[in-house]
């Protein structure tokens, strides 16, 4: 299924379309109709207060109702969903719960396009969003709600769903805003299709020519280091990790430039394209979900081509550190050291913290290109989500000011996010007998820690960097919410697009 955008001026009551979204608010004297909606109530004889009254309607936040249109407008059906109390001084709507609103009612209607096309039970086809839509803000937060929540994966189906062609009402002052929020979700969705992608069809090489594809209909510069490449020129990262499989490992490296730049931001994404733990084998349920061990190379990827397409004046490096995590016959094994690019050596404890040793090489690489923030992206630990839960990343970095100010930009572009600590007594743990560190920690405890103290031994000297643990955002194990689907969810793409706009202002430390 395939969800098309464009937009109206046309008033909500006169809007030509299978289905109607209205939002619905919190109003002192019960649920009302939010504004965007107008002429609505009028149109169906005034009648929406006893509707919402009548089937229990509240108003809060992502509550959704289905009124009939009664042939009194072009549309079959009205779906009212809830934003919950309005603004208290009549201003703008806040953002994330526009995107929320808008992802809701469209996740509802794209269940219901999976069925068969029946016109007024959840089969539509044209859907008008008047949810409010008068400030750019508001546009590009409904739109950006609105195709997340539209988001449906049906490579693997074997039946087609009913597209969906939603209009989003809006003033025409506003469509560049609109214009950004169809390029962040196609980002977004980007990284869900590659993330839901079975391991079998997505290798290193495929997501390879997968970034190769994407950036090149961007004006994107793109290389590409094969297994001998990687070998010649000292990834041993890269290289132990992927030694164990078949399908070989690969480094991307993507560059975006802007002639009006003057700073660069570089992004490093763990590609583990399926992680099975190598020898230090995983359980069989922990591998189940392991196809979205690639997710921060994807969300760099996608990243940066929306920063692209978007024309933000910085510069973009993205490194895409691509690895199969196997445990084949030539598997690296406990106690193997390896060189990591720039000559640091470790000894490989655990093969099952190989994120980590493939993510070194490229930040260890990343000196080169001179960056004022490094940002690496990665499905780090499971210990990121037994302390913050499934919905919010861990952010790190070489200071408390850096993390949490990347914390604090998450969060403003809709991405759950907490700085965390790096505690200097918990280093001592990566010491090794016999090379430069160890990839783990004898001590257990502070998992998602010691993680981010071992990528800091291969930061640039002198580079403000941010380490995001999206372990737990990143893929869906539970039910839908909001715009949010089962499955990949394409985390830390909207964060890694403010962070870029943020750099280019000069608003981030380093910056």
């Known amino acids: 299924m395939t969800v098309s955008l464009s937009t109206s001026e046309s008033a909500p009551a006169n809007a030509e379309a299978d289905v109607l979204v209205i939002g619905v608010i919190q109003a002192p004297d019960g649920p009302s109709a939010a504004p965007g909606a107008e002429g609505v109530d009028d149109a169906i004889g005034g009648t929406l207060a006893d509707a919402f009254t009548a089937l229990g309607a509240t108003g809060e936040l992502e509550e959704l109702s289905k009124i009939p249109g009664g042939g009194k407008l072009p549309a079959a059906l009205i779906l009212a969903v809830g934003l919950g109390a309005p603004p208290a001084d009549g201003g703008p709507f806040d953002a994330e719960k526009l995107r929320r609103a808008a992802g809701t009612a469209l996740r509802d209607l794209a269940a219901g396009a999976k069925k068969p096309p029946v016109r007024d039970a959840g089969g539509a086809k044209t859907v008008a969003v008047a949810l409010p839509a008068r400030t750019a803000d508001e546009a590009e937060a409904v739109t950006t709600g609105a195709l997340l929540g539209g988001y449906s994966f049906r490579r693997y189906r074997s039946g087609p769903a009913r597209d969906l062609e939603v209009t989003v009402?809006?003033?025409d002052g506003n469509a560049a805003a609109v214009k950004r929020g169809e390029v962040i979700a196609g980002a977004v969705n980007l990284v869900r299709d590659l993330v839901n992608t079975a391991p079998r069809d997505l290798s290193p090489e495929t997501l390879a020519e997968e970034a190769v594809h994407v950036a090149s209909d961007r004006g994107i510069a793109v290389e590409v280091l094969d297994e001998n490449e990687l070998r010649a020129d000292g990834y041993g990262g890269l290289t132990g990790v992927g030694q164990g499989s078949t399908r070989p490992p690969r480094l991307v490296r993507l560059s975006y430039t802007h002639p009006e730049a003057a700073k660069t931001v570089a992004f490093v994404g763990k590609g583990i394209t399926f992680d099975s733990g190598g020898l230090s084998l995983k359980p069989p349920k922990s591998m189940e979900t392991m196809k979205s061990d690639m997710g921060g190379a994807a969300a760099t990827l996608a990243a940066t081509a929306a920063i692209a397409e978007l024309g933000l004046p910085v510069n973009v490096v993205g490194y895409m550190c691509l690895a199969e995590n196997m445990p084949g016959g030539a598997a690296q094994r406990p106690s193997?050291?390896?060189?990591?690019?720039?000559?640091?050596?470790?000894?490989?404890?655990?093969?099952?913290?190989?994120?980590?040793?493939?993510?070194a090489d490229a930040l260890a690489r990343s000196g080169a290109d001179n960056p004022d923030l490094v940002v690496d992206i990665a499905t780090l630990t499971g210990a990121a989500s037994v302390a913050l839960g499934r919905r919010t990343a861990g952010v790190m970095g070489s200071s408390e000011a850096v993390a949490s100010e990347v914390a604090a930009v998450m969060r403003e572009a809709g991405e759950p996010a907490w700085a965390m600590p790096l505690p200097e007594e918990l280093r001592k743990g990566l010491d090794s007998t016999v090379a430069d560190l160890a990839n783990v920690s004898g001590d257990r405890n502070g998992g998602m820690l010691?993680?981010?103290l071992f990528l800091r031994e291969f930061v640039p000297d002198g580079v403000a960097w941010a380490h995001l643990d999206i372990a737990g955002p990143a893929f869906n194990e539970t039910s839908p919410y909001g715009y949010t689907p089962k499955g990949g969810t394409g985390a830390a793409v909207r964060a890694l697009v403010a962070i870029a706009a943020e750099t280019a202002a000069g608003r981030l430390p380093g910056a």
């Open 336 to 359: 193997d050291i390896i060189t990591i690019y720039g000559g640091k050596t470790v000894e490989v404890l655990n093969t099952d913290a190989e994120g980590r040793l493939v993510m």
């Open 450 to 452: 010691v993680a981010g």
């Open 169 to 171: 009402l809006t003033g």
